[in-house]
């Protein structure tokens, strides 16, 4: 069955550190992939996505992911955290001839130090 | 432009009712999926609604359904209320030629006592 797996449930960084939140993925194709980031009393906000093409993804808010076929990651990357940058932050997988569900991970909950 | 709406915002209900949700999506936008997210999980995909018609539907119970208006909007409705249903409950909008790349709105909180 497919399955989105998020390693870390909570991570706490400090201010200006750098951070990398992992998301591997278990599907027998190349799916489309997301990260999304909610924030408390939020909904869900879409970050950036991998359908095809070059496997380095720039997003929003000076994230970025790396697709990576031979790992099953799609790692979500950022040089220099800000404190606003502390929320939930979930990867999702979208199923190729499927295209009407996307299938969540658990979510890594990140903490930023003053 | 507004983004997708829900209302209402917070919701308590007891075992054994019926409740509905409703959810206006993104202005442009004409497919409305609905997600459960309990504490502490990702979000869980309920259905998705093009057309005024289910397209697909994830592993829950007929409990739970739904409906798509003319102009778009949808409800979820869920019967027969457990203490398992208590949930934030995401619409997300979407249109045909992009379905991946969903907007959500801020959620219904549904706590069932």
């Known amino acids: 069955a497919q399955s989105v797996t998020q390693p870390d449930i909570h991570i706490t960084v400090s201010e200006g550190a750098s951070l990398e939140l992992r998301c591997n993925y278990s599907y027998g194709a190349t799916p489309y992939l997301f990260w999304y980031v909610q924030s408390p009393g939020q909904g869900l906000q879409l970050l950036l996505k991998?359908?095809?093409?070059d496997t380095l993804v720039q997003g929003i808010k000076g994230f970025e992911a790396e697709f990576k076929r031979s790992q099953s990651s799609f790692n979500l990357r950022k040089p220099s955290v800000h404190w606003s940058d502390a929320a939930e932050y979930f990867c999702a997988v979208g199923l190729a001839g499927n295209n009407r569900k996307l299938i969540w991970g658990l979510g890594t909950s990140l903490a930023v130090n003053p | 432009d507004a983004g997708v709406t829900q209302s209402p915002t917070h919701l308590i209900k007891t075992r054994g009712q019926q409740v509905t949700l409703r959810c206006s999506p993104k202005?442009?936008?004409?497919?409305v999926s609905w997600y459960q997210q309990a504490l502490g999980q990702g979000p869980q995909f309920i259905f998705q609604y093009y057309e005024e018609e289910e397209r697909q539907r994830g592993n829950f119970p007929d409990r739970f359904s739904g409906h798509q208006f003319p102009n778009y909007s949808s409800e979820l409705n869920v019967n027969a209320l457990l203490l398992g249903d208590s949930a934030l409950y995401l619409c997300?909008?979407?249109?045909?030629?992009?379905?991946?790349?969903?907007?959500f709105g801020p959620g219904t909180r549904l706590t069932v006592t």
């Open positions: 202005s442009g936008h004409d497919t």
């Open positions: 991998y359908f095809s093409g």
């Open positions: 997300a909008s979407g249109s045909k030629g992009t379905d991946y790349e969903q907007y």
